[in-house]
């Protein structure tokens, strides 16, 4: 079965970029039709997609977050990358990466806090 894992630091500066790593096992993130999204939630305003990379790479984000977020993976290390850039403290969330297949979310990972800092 899939597993997911998110790791990176629990607190970031404002203006910095968030970096997170969510590491995959029991499954390979260039098989096809699989896809790997970040999505993250804030208390009071729930869960809010990201965006997701593609078995072949290619990505997708939401619309109100393209311009400050980058995904990207390797696939040696069967690993998916978030960079959020520019970050303030609306920010601050727990972040998810999940596996998306057959029009759901299959697996997630535990999440991640994040506490942007003014």
């Known amino acids: 079965q899939v597993q997911l894992q998110e790791s990176g630091p629990e607190s970031v500066n404002s203006s910095q970029t968030l970096s997170l790593t969510c590491t995959v096992s029991g499954g390979s993130i260039t098989t096809t039709y699989y896809t790997w999204s970040w999505i993250r939630q804030s208390p009071g305003k729930g869960l809010e997609w990201m965006g997701f990379i593609r078995d072949d790479g290619s990505t997708d984000y939401s619309p109100s977050l393209r311009s400050r977020t980058s995904i990207s993976r390797d696939t040696s290390k069967n690993q998916i990358f978030l960079r959020l850039n520019s970050v303030t403290p609306e920010d601050t969330a727990v972040y998810y990466c999940?596996?998306?297949?057959?029009?759901?979310?299959?697996?997630w990972g535990q999440g991640s806090q994040v506490t942007i800092s003014s």
């Open positions: 999940a596996f998306f297949l057959h029009w759901s979310f299959q697996a």
